[in-house]
């Protein structure tokens, strides 16, 4: 049975897309080979993008999919570079806001669509929006758990304890089971004194949860998504892709030591 991750800040411009495309590969590359089903409910479509799929020509998106209009599995397009499954969207998706408020259980029909397909994968991760929309509660009211890509800027913490609130929110009301992955410091720089302010304050307050791989500022993984391609793909030597190697490492030992995530309040 699948593991579902959600992977959510509100703050855009942290990483989260590249963690979504490359933690998938990574995962898929590993020698378990896990069945891996990327999911991307962004209307921007970048995850698609990363997977060197053209969001213009799908036949069907995770808009369609949202709304019943097509069967989840007949959206699903394989990722050759990647190896993955991915469920692309693109600005059609924006309508599925306002649709969703209005339909019946409409925060729990990415779950429900999720239920039957469940089984065929190992990891479903979801590529979130930069926002807490109906979209983002429709992810975390599907996961199991939510791993949050955080930049170690001046912000950050202030955006962690609204992402935070929502998680809970969605956890009391909607969807039980649901707990952090873990935080993970993206874009970092350790010459900066800043980024090493924060990087300690997260470690200081939400202790493991936080994860111990550190993804760096790295010109290869900026470069990747233009080619279509996972840096594992594009440049396996680089630095951008060795830390993404030891994200899959460190999220397939959590898995199978399930107490070292957290459910953080």
Same mark, same amino acid.
């Given at each position: @049975?699948? *593991? ?15 963690? +979504?495309?490359?933690?998938? +590969? ?76 209005? +339909? ?29 929309? @109906? ?6 009211? %599907? +996961? ?24 809970? *929110? ?16 993206? @874009? ?11 990087? %300690? ?34 440049? *396996? ?29």
């Amino acid at each position: @049975m699948a *593991k579902i991750i959600a992977i959510a800040n509100q703050k855009g411009g942290v990483g989260k897309t590249t963690t +979504a495309v490359n933690l998938a +590969a990574c995962l898929a590359a590993t020698k378990l080979k896990p069945r891996v089903l990327l999911i991307d409910l962004d209307p921007q479509g970048n995850a698609c993008i990363g997977c060197g799929i053209d969001k213009h020509q799908a036949k069907a998106t995770s808009y369609e999919v949202l709304l019943r209009q097509v069967p989840l599995r007949d959206a699903l397009q394989y990722s050759e570079t990647a190896a993955i499954q991915v469920l692309p969207a693109n600005g059609d998706l924006t309508g599925a806001e306002v649709a969703l408020l209005d +339909a019946e259980q409409g925060q729990q029909r990415l779950q429900h669509l999720l239920a039957g397909v469940q089984a065929e994968f190992d990891y479903i991760l979801i590529d979130c929006p930069p926002s807490l929309s @109906m979209l983002t509660v429709n992810a975390l009211t %599907a +996961a199991e758990s939510v791993l949050i890509p955080i930049q170690c800027e001046y912000y950050a913490l202030e955006g962690l304890s609204a992402l935070l609130d929502t998680v809970e *929110k969605v956890r009391r009301t909607l969807n039980p089971r649901l707990h952090i992955e873990g935080l993970l410091r993206t @874009m970092f720089d350790p010459r900066n004194r800043l980024a090493n302010e924060v990087s %300690a304050q997260l470690l200081q307050h939400f202790g493991n949860s936080v994860f111990a791989t550190i993804i760096p500022r790295n010109v290869r993984l900026a470069e990747a998504p233009s080619h279509g391609q996972p840096v594992i793909v594009y440049d *396996k030597s680089s630095r951008g892709a060795e830390t993404y190697q030891e994200l899959a490492q460190e999220l397939l030992r959590r898995r199978r030591q399930p107490a070292a995530s957290s459910a953080v309040a």
